[in-house]
């Protein structure tokens, strides 16, 4: 459940006591938690200062925690830090543990601290936050939501879901929000030999493994050749079949599953030299092929799935048309509607509004999520753009890596925040290209505070080595950083809170 805390103490001269909270690798609803954070400039010279910051964690254990702060001014820097990840955005200011010091159990401390330059003035902070949530100094024992069992995680089945305005709803019009993780797998498995999902479970207990995070949504890329058994193995029956279970398991679970058409057919033959040319569904195209993706694919998968709208639907992940076009977005935003014959393309495409026109002719009534245009991180006409749905129940699928180009608070700030303000936006993807948790934490504390949902790529044991890897194994051991960072802030949220 989301939290607000405010200052409760001031320091001496030249130092900030704070409270914070600290949030447990337990579950919520079992999870002692508080801190308190001191923050001191130990020093200071005309255009430079250092500070120190001193963590005390006074309640559960925590296993990864970032610590983030803003500063009053926006010409105050972070110049070189030690004993942390240091990352700065605009005035936002990250720290990101060290493996070494990663684990504060209770009454464990940290100590980091940084070089700053300023110009005009250096007040300090008003505030600091840890793992997202502002400082308190206080210890909390959460109570155990409505939506969170004893053990942690959903309980119950999933909610069926609805778009009412800019918000994704309940049946009863209970605003609620998709927060978890996407597993991969589903898109590659079957055309590589590897089964359909890769050798990783989808058993109970993989799911419960889940549940220990708190994970109420999880996003499963699917691939179509393999639907319609046109490619690969498991073929057709099969893999519709093993889909079907595992859609059925998560909804038991309480957790909302959001079926994404990942890889598809098209020969994209003049793309760049990185770019998979096979004409089969193998890898990512710029956009879905009209030979199958509404036609066949998104017509039996509705069909499969109407009267349960428990289940959400991502229509194409993350649609590019215009870089074939050299970089038009104009063209790009009209291929990606209305499909057809897209410059640069020598298949027939199939537009947005193809395969919403798919699913509603099959009578399924299930929410549908959209991506923008390069790789569903450039929303800025989506809005202008958006296909006609009967039912209106459409929302923005963003796709936000530290590697994209819209991938700062001030860029949300000016594309995103205008859009959600219209329509449901769900973070369909997101990451960052190292193993921390930095760029990631301050995505989540922003879309809290914007009401959107999100769900972090991806809950593979991959080997965390470049980022964007949760867990190091399907028990669901976090990986440190970027996983213990995503598990603590998940354990603090409820789907069902709002800002």
């Given at each position: 459940m989301?939290?607000?805390?405010?200052?409760?103490?001031?320091?001496?001269?030249?130092?900030?006591?704070?409270?914070?909270?600290a949030?447990a690798?337990?579950?919520?609803?079992?999870?002692?938690?508080?801190?308190?954070?001191?923050?001191?400039?130990q020093?200071?010279?005309?255009?430079?200062?250092?500070?120190?910051?001193?963590?005390?964690?006074l309640?559960?254990?925590?296993?990864?925690?970032?610590?983030?702060?803003?500063?009053?001014?926006?010409?105050?820097?972070?110049?070189?830090?030690?004993?942390a990840?240091?990352?700065?955005?605009?005035?936002?200011?990250?720290?990101?543990?060290?493996?070494?010091?990663?684990?504060?159990?209770?009454?464990?401390?940290a100590?980091?601290g940084?070089?700053?330059?300023?110009?005009?003035?250096?007040?300090?902070p008003?505030?600091?936050?840890?793992?997202?949530?502002?400082?308190?100094?206080?210890?909390?024992?959460?109570t155990?939501?409505?939506?969170?069992?004893?053990?942690?995680?959903?309980?119950?089945?999933?909610?069926?879901?609805?778009?009412?305005?800019?918000?994704?709803?309940?049946?009863?019009?209970?605003?609620?929000?998709?927060?978890g993780?996407?597993?991969?797998?589903?898109?590659?498995?079957?055309?590589?030999?590897?089964?359909?999902?890769?050798?990783?479970?989808?058993?109970?207990?993989?799911?419960?493994?889940?549940k220990?995070?708190?994970?109420?949504?999880v996003?499963?890329?699917?691939?179509?050749?393999?639907?319609?058994?046109?490619?690969?193995?498991?073929?057709?029956?099969?893999?519709q079949?093993?889909?079907?279970?595992?859609?059925?398991?998560?909804?038991?679970?309480?957790?909302?599953?959001?079926?994404?058409?990942?890889?598809?057919?098209?020969?994209?033959?003049?793309?760049?030299?990185?770019?998979?040319?096979?004409?089969?569904?193998?890898?990512?195209?710029?956009?879905?092929?009209?030979q199958?993706?509404?036609?066949?694919?998104?017509?039996?998968?509705?069909?499969?799935?109407?009267?349960?709208?428990?289940v959400?639907?991502?229509?194409?992940?993350?649609?590019?048309?215009?870089?074939?076009?050299?970089?038009?977005?104009?063209v790009?935003?009209?291929?990606?509607?209305?499909?057809?014959?897209?410059?640069?393309?020598?298949?027939?495409?199939?537009?947005?509004?193809?395969?919403?026109?798919?699913?509603?002719?099959?009578?399924?009534?299930?929410?549908?999520?959209?991506?923008?245009?390069?790789?569903?991180?450039?929303?800025?006409?989506?809005?202008?753009?958006?296909?006609?749905?009967?039912?209106?129940?459409?929302?923005?699928?963003?796709?936000?890596?530290?590697?994209?180009?819209?991938?700062?608070?001030?860029?949300?700030?000016?594309?995103?925040?205008?859009?959600?303000?219209?329509?449901?936006v769900?973070?369909?993807?997101?990451?960052?290209?190292?193993?921390?948790?930095?760029?990631?934490?301050?995505?989540?504390?922003?879309?809290?505070?914007?009401n959107?949902?999100?769900?972090?790529?991806?809950?593979?044991?991959?080997?965390?080595s470049?980022?964007?890897?949760?867990?190091?194994?399907?028990?669901?051991?976090?990986?440190?950083?970027?996983?213990?960072g995503l598990?603590?802030?998940?354990?603090?949220?409820?789907?069902?809170?709002?800002?």
């Open positions: 989301k939290r607000r805390h405010t200052l409760i103490a001031t320091g001496a001269a030249g130092a900030l006591i704070l409270g914070g909270l949030i690798t337990l579950p919520a609803s079992a999870a002692a938690t508080g801190c308190s954070v001191a923050y001191k400039v020093g200071e010279w005309p255009g430079g200062f250092t500070a120190d910051l001193a963590i005390t964690n309640g559960s254990p925590v296993r990864g925690w970032t610590a983030t702060f803003d500063f009053p001014n926006s010409d105050q820097k972070v110049t070189n830090g030690w004993s990840t240091w990352a700065q955005s605009g005035t936002h200011v990250s720290a990101t543990n060290l493996d070494w010091n990663g684990t504060l159990d209770t009454g464990g401390s100590s980091i940084f070089n700053g330059a300023w110009k005009d003035a250096n007040p300090q008003a505030s600091v936050a840890l793992n997202g949530v502002t400082c308190t100094g206080s210890v909390t024992s959460p155990p939501s409505p939506t969170t069992t004893p053990t942690g995680g959903p309980s119950g089945p999933a909610p069926e879901l609805k778009v009412s305005g800019n918000k994704i709803v309940t049946a009863s019009g209970k605003p609620y929000r998709l927060l993780v996407d597993r991969s797998s589903g898109e590659y498995a079957c055309v590589q030999g590897k089964g359909l999902w890769d050798g990783g479970p989808v058993d109970q207990a993989s799911v419960d493994a889940m220990t995070w708190n994970i109420h949504a996003r499963v890329p699917l691939n179509e050749e393999c639907w319609l058994g046109l490619n690969g193995s498991p073929k057709g029956t099969a893999y079949q093993g889909v079907k279970d595992y859609v059925n398991l998560l909804v038991a679970n309480g957790i909302t599953p959001i079926l994404d058409l990942h890889w598809t057919r098209g020969a994209y033959t003049n793309g760049p030299d990185w770019h998979c040319k096979d004409a089969t569904a193998t890898c990512q195209k710029p956009m879905p092929d009209a199958y993706a509404p036609p066949q694919f998104w017509t039996g998968v509705a069909n499969a799935f109407k009267g349960n709208d428990a959400v639907l991502d229509l194409f992940n993350e649609p590019y048309p215009e870089i074939a076009a050299g970089w038009d977005k104009t790009g935003w009209q291929c990606w509607r209305d499909g057809g014959t897209c410059t640069g393309l020598p298949y027939a495409t199939a537009g947005m509004q193809d395969l919403v026109d798919a699913v509603r002719a099959t009578g399924a009534t299930n929410v549908l999520m959209l991506g923008g245009l390069e790789w569903a991180n450039d929303m800025r006409e989506w809005l202008t753009h958006m296909p006609n749905d009967p039912l209106n129940n459409i929302a923005a699928s963003w796709h936000s890596y530290s590697s994209n180009a819209c991938a700062t608070v001030s860029c949300w700030d000016s594309q995103v925040a205008p859009l959600a303000q219209h329509v449901p769900v973070i369909g993807e997101f990451g960052q290209d190292n193993c921390g948790f930095d760029y990631m934490q301050q995505l989540v504390d922003w879309a809290d505070a914007h959107m949902s999100y769900l972090a790529w991806t809950w593979n044991p991959w080997g965390c470049n980022g964007a890897v949760l867990i190091k194994d399907w028990a669901g051991t976090p990986e440190p950083g970027v996983g213990e598990k603590a802030h998940l354990i603090s949220q409820d789907p069902y809170s709002t800002p």
